[in-house]
Nanobody, 119 residues
Framework: VQLQASGGGLVQAGGSLTLSCAAS????????MGWYRQAPGKQRELVAT???????NYADSVKGRFTISGLNAKNTVYLQMNSLKPEDTAVYYC??????????????WGQGTQVTVSS
């Protein structure tokens, strides 16, 4: 299973970016997908997740500004980021909890995409 993330970049504070992540490979099913981020010198933290049933979860710091969507038949999720702040600067990682044909649940991670918000 591979996760291909895209959409990162440099934006001014108050601006917007959209990240996308597509899962490919031999996939029996996907339980959930989401985004995590890691800023320099900090631990990786959850940003937002979405389950196959459409249930979403957000970090308090992004509620009202970020929207996660997708996880459709194309196994793709999107993260719409609005009103970006300098503290949103980080490497954003896509995650997928994949269900195998043996009904095992395995975590996969994408390569990370840099988001930089200038003040």
């Amino acid at each position: 299973v591979q996760l291909q993330a895209s959409g990162g970049g440099l934006v001014q504070a108050g601006g917007s970016l959209t990240l996308s992540c597509a899962a490919s490979g031999v996939i029996f099913g996907i339980n959930s997908m989401g985004w995590y981020r890691q800023a320099p010198g900090k631990q990786r933290e959850l940003v937002a997740t979405i389950t196959s049933r459409g249930r979403t979860n957000y970090a308090d710091s992004v509620k009202g500004r970020f929207t996660i969507s997708g996880l459709n038949a194309k196994n793709t999720v999107y993260l719409q980021m609005n009103s970006l702040k300098p503290e949103d600067t980080a490497v954003y990682y896509c995650n997928a909890l994949v269900i195998t044909s043996a009904l095992e649940h395995i975590d996969y991670w994408g390569q990370g995409t840099q988001v930089t918000v200038s003040s």
